[in-house]
């Protein structure tokens, strides 16, 4: 059973840093593609960053590009969003996805894991 767990939400302030990390229990991080997506109340789960299998290639939504940065560390298992120059409009869940597939798939329909998610709340 593969199940990704976030953890590192918290409430900041604008302008303000949080690191997100996620475990992939099963499998390891270099089986899977793997994304970051984000869920504002009432709005849709939207696509945020993901990198390849490899770690070769990397995609970012346009909101957060020059801002936020996924890396993955195959030894610990686990990916990481680092969150940089955070705006109140970045609050939302925050869901760490895998998929079998390989490449920079950014529509979630295309992830086969979903961890449970992790808060992120950006005050002005």
């Known amino acids: 059973q593969v199940q990704p767990v976030e953890s590192g939400g918290g409430l900041v302030q604008a302008g303000g840093s949080l690191k997100l990390s996620c475990v992939v229990s099963?499998?390891?991080?270099?089986?899977?593609?793997l994304g970051w997506f984000r869920q504002a109340p009432g709005k849709e789960r939207d696509f945020v960053a993901c990198?390849?299998?490899?770690?070769?290639?990397?995609v970012y939504a346009d909101s957060v590009k020059g801002r936020f940065t996924i890396s993955r560390d195959n030894v610990k298992n686990t990916v990481y969003l680092q969150m940089d120059n955070l705006k109140p409009e970045d609050t939302a869940i925050y869901y760490c996805?895998?998929?079998?597939?390989?490449?920079?798939?950014?529509?979630?329909?295309?992830?086969?894991?979903w961890g449970q998610g992790t808060q992120v709340t950006v005050s002005s």
């Open positions: 099963s499998g390891g991080t270099f089986t899977y593609t």
């Open positions: 996805a895998g998929a079998i597939t390989d490449g920079t798939p950014t529509r979630r329909t295309w992830y086969n894991y």
């Open positions: 990198m390849s299998r490899s770690g070769g290639n990397t």
